[in-house]
């Protein structure tokens, strides 16, 4: 009698050293289908490999998690996204969620933790780290508008411009690799300023350098 098929899992992480720990814990429950180092490799893995379960990190290159999730669910892809995260603020736990996420786990947790939120994600419920669940819930009390969280009033487009701008391409560079003119990237830059009321590139990359869309 044939062993049971384990669960499929990707990781998605630029800290080489984090990714090797995960395969190390992963290993004696779930198969590793790939690793990939940034949010649009994500998306283009979760499409080729049809893993199971995702686990990712929030702030990688090109594009976050968290847009990567918001990308998946715009194309239909309903697999479970686990985070793994360093980022402890209620604001990323709640974006997380209101994105799609299934779980959401500090990496300093205790690696059981992720474990039990991977096999959460997978029986179709969400896991959420005990060390913000008071918090998040009374944050998702106050409703959808996000209050507290400036991200959420610029759109996923404009937040994959800002990203890029933050990791130091330029407007030609961005519209080449988001498949638009230089024009409308400088147009989303300057709605985001009107948005936020910031004024420069400076502070607009301190804005998201802040808010975990970039690594320092």
Same mark, same amino acid.
């Given at each position: 009698? #044939?062993?049971p098929r384990r669960p499929r899992v990707l990781l998605a992480d630029d800290h080489l050293? !984090?990714? &090797?720990?995960? $395969?190390s814990l992963l290993?004696?429950?779930?198969?590793?289908? %790939?690793? !990939? &180092?940034? %949010?649009?490799?994500?998306?283009d893995a979760a499409r080729t490999l049809r893993p199971d379960v995702i686990? +990712?990190?929030i702030t990688m290159p090109h594009l976050n998690g968290i847009d990567a999730? !918001?990308?998946?669910?715009?194309? %239909?892809?309903? !697999?479970?996204v686990v985070f793994l995260t360093m980022h402890r603020d209620v604001s990323f736990a709640r974006r997380a969620l209101d994105a799609g996420a299934s779980g959401f786990v500090l990496k300093h947790s +205790?690696? *059981?933790e992720l474990t +039990?939120?991977?096999? *959460? +994600?997978? &029986?179709? $419920?969400?896991?959420?780290?005990?060390q913000l669940a008071a918090e998040v819930l009374q944050a998702m009390k106050q409703g959808p508008e996000h209050p507290g969280d400036p991200v959420a009033s610029i759109t996923p487009r404009q937040r994959e411009v800002l990203q890029q701008l933050a990791e130091g391409r330029s407007a030609k560079e961005i519209a080449s690799s988001l498949s638009i #003119?230089?024009?409308?990237? &400088?147009f989303h830059k300057y709605q985001m300023m009107e948005t936020l009321g910031i004024h420069g590139n400076a502070e607009l990359i301190h804005f998201a350098i802040k808010h975990g869309l970039v690594d320092l």
């Open positions: 009698m #044939s062993a050293i !984090v990714a &090797e720990a995960l $395969k290993a004696p429950e779930f198969d590793l289908v %790939g690793v !990939v &180092e940034d %949010g649009r490799a994500l998306v686990v +990712a990190d999730l !918001v990308r998946l669910r715009q194309g %239909g892809d309903r !697999v479970p +205790a690696p *059981a +039990a939120a991977l096999h *959460a +994600a997978l &029986e179709g $419920k969400t896991y959420l780290t005990p #003119s230089a024009r409308t990237v &400088e």
